[in-house]
């Protein structure tokens, strides 16, 4: 079964930019989505972002709209989550997940990297 390993986590300031990569361990499926989400302190893991595996159709939530960018690369079998003028409020720990659609759900994806900690400060 695939392995997902997120990187590029760490601490910045308000305004700053910051790119995270979650390589899988194998080639996903060509129906697969590829998903970033997001969980602070005390709240439930919310939707980020995702992209379809085959086509690199793209979804995003609108609070990041225009912030952020997702990609992949088929070569290396990695979804990158380009970052940029990140807010406090963007503090989290981000994950990446593999599932068939792309849903805003996070039980519609069946397979979880470990998370990398994202913190901005003010």
């Keep these: 079964q695939v392995q997902l390993v997120e990187s590029g986590g ?3 300031q308000a305004g700053d930019s910051l790119k995270l990569s979650c390589t899988a361990s194998g080639p996903p499926y060509s129906s ?11 709240k439930e893991r ?5 992209i379809r595996w085959s086509n690199a159709l793209t979804y995003y939530r609108d ?8 990609s992949r690369d088929k070569a290396d079998y990695t979804v990158s ?3 940029n003028s990140l ?9 990446c997940a593999v ?3 792309p849903s805003y759900s996070a ?3 069946f397979r979880w990297g470990q998370g990398t900690q994202v913190t901005v400060s003010s």
């Design 99 to 101: 599932g068939t659609s």
């Design 10 to 12: 760490g601490l910045v």
């Design 46 to 50: 919310e939707f980020v972002a995702a």
């Design 107 to 109: 039980t519609d994806y």
């Design 87 to 95: 807010k406090p409020e963007d503090t989290a720990v981000y994950s």
């Design 32 to 42: 697969h989505v590829m998903a970033w989400f997001c969980q602070a302190p005390g």
């Design 63 to 70: 609070s990041v709209k225009g912030r952020f960018t997702i």
């Design 81 to 83: 989550l380009e970052m």
